[in-house]
């Protein structure tokens, strides 16, 4: 099991490939604040309220200076399906070794119906301006976990 990250802890650095198919990376959004939220499978029903939820408050998010990565091992291919069936409007990044899942302790063993299995374990992250962890949550809830974190920034 990969370690979890705290606040304060420098998040991992990532390039990882959009649904289209163009490289992301962290780096490239310092100075911003960034909601990484990591997702077991696109087009699922869970993972698709929470998408659905943090596309519908994308405007209001991105007001405050922050944007959004949701993370899956989905490949690109899935991920475009899944954007354009659900309107989408945040990139949407494939990690299908689960390197960057694993280095920020969002794959490892879960209880998922009374049985522990390995899998990935839904988690959200604040980066802020600088690359350091500004909120940490492991083992969200797909609904309502948007507003509740919305509740945690202040927004």
Known sequence: MSERLSVGD????????DADGNDVSLGDLRGKNVIVYFYPAAMTPGCT?????FRDSLDSLAAAGYAVLGISPDKPAKLQKFR???GVTFPLLSDPDKAVLT???AFGEKTMYGKKVTGVIRSTFVVDGEGKIAVAQYNVKATGHVAKLRRDLGL
């Not at 420098?10 to 490939?17: D, K, R």
């Open 10 to 17: 420098a998040a991992p650095e990532f390039t990882l490939p």
């Open 49 to 53: 309220k929470q998408a659905c939820d």
């Open 84 to 86: 354009e069936h659900d």
């Open 103 to 105: 280095a920020y302790g």
